[in-house]
C-alpha cells in the first residue's frame, strides 16, 4: 500500500530515521531541528506499507523584501528518498505536494549546497534566483584591522536588516535564524558583529574540522578577505570558504532556487542568505 500525504503527531521517527539514512548527520542536528523547528503536519511524506520512504519539509525562511513590499517565503528543505526505494518517483511526487504548499502564498524555494542537485530541481521547475560569491580562502597571517564578537540572534537580525537595506533579500524568520545560531553555535562558530576596516559587518559561521565556513558574509564595502580572516581566526581556524553578497562585475553562483510557481520573483539575483543546510 503506498500513501502520499502530510505528516502526524507520531511520525517523529520514522521521519527522523530516513533522515540519518539519507543525509548521515548526527542527533544533535536531528534534535534541534525537530525542537526549534518542526511541527507535526508541516512535512509531506511518502509511505510505502506503513514505512516513511520519502518526505520534504516546508519551513518559513523568513519574508522576502522586492520594491518595497514584503512576500512569505517558505523553502522546500531536506527532501529525501530512502536508497532502496529512489528511481520510482516519489522524491518527485514528494515536492510537488511540498511545492503546492509552499507557493500558496508566496515564495517557495530551496537552497542549493550540492550544485550537481540543479538539473534535477530545475526539471521539476526551480530556476536560479538567488546568488552569491563563494570563495575558498587560507589565512596568510597578515596584520588584520577590526576585531569579531558573538552576537545574540536578534542582534544578528536588527544588523543583519540594516545592513541589507535598499537589496532584494530574505529577512530571515527568529525561529529560523535560531536553529542556524544553534547550528553554528555547536560546531564551535556563532554569529558574529564584525568591525572590518572601521565598517560594520556581520557573518554566521559554522566549523567544520579545520575550516571555518562563513554561511553568511555581510561586508557593506572595504576588505571582504579581512572581514572573512577575522571571523576564521574567532573560530580558531586557518582555512575559510564564505559566502557573500555579488558587488558590481561580480561572478554570482546560484545559492537557491524558485519555482516558477511562486507569487513574485527578483528582478535580479537577490540575497538568500545562511539558510538551513
Known amino acids: 500500500m503506498e500513501e502520499l500525504r502530510k505528516t502526524v503527531p507520531g511520525d517523529e521517527p520514522g521521519l527522523m530515521q530516513l533522515w540519518r539514512g539519507v543525509f548521515g548527520d548526527g542527533r544533535e542536528r536531528l534534535d ?3 525542537e526549534k523547528l ?5 512535512a ?3 509511505l510505502v506499507d506503513g514505512e516513511i520512504v520519502s518526505a520534504a519539509y516546508i519551513v518559513k525562511l523568513g519574508d522576502f523584501m522586492s520594491e518595497g513590499a514584503w512576500t512569505p517565503c517558505r523553502i522546500v528543505h531536506a527532501l529525501g528518498t530512502h536508497p532502496a526505494y529512489r528511481g520510482r518517483g516519489y522524491g518527485g511526487k514528494v515536492l510537488a505536494c511540498a511545492v503546492e504548499e509552499a507557493t500558496r502564498s508566496g515564495l517557495g524555494a530551496v537552497c542549493l549546497p550540492e550544485p550537481s542537485l540543479r538539473p534535477w530541481f530545475e526539471k521539476h521547475g526551480f530556476r536560479p534566483a538567488f546568488g552569491a560569491v563563494i570563495q575558498d580562502c587560507a ?8 576585531s569579531a564578537v558573538l552576537v545574540t540572534v536578534r542582534g544578528y537580525a536588527a544588523l543583519r536588516e540594516e545592513l541589507l537595506h535598499g537589496r532584494e533579500y530574505i529577512d530571515v524568520d527568529l525561529r529560523a535564524l535560531e536553529y542556524r545560531e544553534q547550528l553554528c553555535r555547536r560546531s564551535g562558530g556563532g554569529l558574529y558583529y564584525l568591525i572590518s ?7 554566521a559561521v559554522e566549523r567544520e574540522g579545520e575550516r571555518a565556513l562563513i554561511r553568511e558574509l555581510i561586508v557593506p ?3 571582504i578577505y579581512n572581514a572573512a580572516a577575522l571571523v576564521s581566526r574567532a573560530v580558531g581556524c586557518s582555512r575559510f570558504t564564505y559566502w557573500t553578497l555579488p558587488r558590481p562585475g561580480d561572478a554570482a553562483a546560484p545559492s537557491a532556487l524558485l519555482h516558477i ?3 513574485k520573483a527578483p528582478a535580479g539575483p537577490a540575497w538568500f542568505g545562511p539558510g538551513l543546510d
Open 261 to 263: 510557481d511562486s507569487l
Open 44 to 46: 509531506r511524506a511518502y
Open 139 to 146: 589565512d596568510v597571517e597578515l596584520p588584520l584591522h577590526g
Open 221 to 223: 564595502s572595504g576588505s
Open 197 to 203: 576596516d572601521g565598517v560594520r559587518c556581520c557573518a
Open 32 to 34: 534541534a531541528f525537530f
Open 38 to 42: 518542526y511541527t507535526p503536519g508541516m
